[in-house]
């Protein structure tokens, strides 16, 4: 069955430092979600991409879709405490307009002051 | 607005027991969806609720079921409950099926003993 592999699983990073999660599936995506979960909390959507190279931002965040759909990225730009949490890509896996989403297993990410 | 809600948090059950959780949408949303996330199966969809209808279905065996009420209220129930089953419960909701934003609950904690 289609799977989401996101890399890497964990990330520490030092506050202000730059930082990229990726996303990847062996299959074409017929749209990709991304969403950050904190510990106890449901998930808050960031964004979502569907067009081959397409690319959106949102304040410090920036995710991208490759030409092929197979392939997205999420970069955050100079790192804060308050991007800490889990990062999850969700992906849409056929031309079906239905919830059966697939996901990654998410990056945990820490944020050091 | 409020947003989605969920009850219980935090649920303690034993092997054999069945539980029933519930989810309230957002105001004016129609649409709820049901997941389970598990450290190491990550967040695996359940089913779709619009219209007090079952839209859609994911790969759960039938110990697994949910309702929708016509508050479009959700409720989803575990019967026979294994060990297997502990996980957190998410619940989303969407004005309609298809809508490309989710609103997520904080969730339902279950631990089976």
Same mark, same amino acid.
Request: net charge positive.
């Given at each position: 069955s289609q799977e989401l592999e996101q890399s890497p699983q964990s990330l520490i990073v030092q506050e202000g430092k730059n930082l990229t999660i990726n996303c990847t599936s062996s299959k074409t995506l017929y749209g990709l979600y991304w969403y950050k979960q904190k510990y106890g909390e449901g998930l808050i959507f960031l964004m979502m991409l569907q067009k081959g190279g397409e690319e959106k931002s949102h304040e410090k965040i920036t995710a991208k879709l490759d030409e092929k759909k197979q392939q997205s990225s999420l970069h955050i730009t100079?790192?804060?405490?308050?991007?800490?949490g889990i990062y999850l890509c969700g992906a849409v896996? @056929?031309? *079906? @307009? @239905?919830?059966?989403l697939i996901w990654g297993l998410g990056t945990s990410l820490a944020v050091n002051p | 607005k409020a947003g989605v809600t969920q009850t219980p948090r935090y649920l303690i059950k034993t092997r054999g027991q069945q539980v029933t959780l519930s989810c309230s949408p957002i105001s004016g949303h129609r649409s709820v969806s049901w997941y389970q996330q598990t450290p190491g199966q990550g967040l695996q969809f359940l089913f779709e609720y619009f219209s007090e209808t079952q839209r859609n279905k994911g790969n759960?065996? $039938?110990?697994f079921s949910g309702r929708q009420f016509s508050n479009s209220r959700s409720e989803m129930n575990v019967s026979?409950?294994?060990? *297997?089953?502990s996980a957190l419960y998410l619940c989303a909701s969407s004005?309609?099926? $298809?809508?490309v934003t989710q609103y997520f609950g904080p969730g339902t904690r279950l631990t089976v003993l």
């Open positions: 100079a790192s804060q405490p308050s991007h800490a896996p @056929n031309a *079906g @307009n @239905n919830r059966k | 759960f065996p $039938g110990r026979t409950l294994e060990l *297997g089953d004005r309609a099926p $298809g809508e």
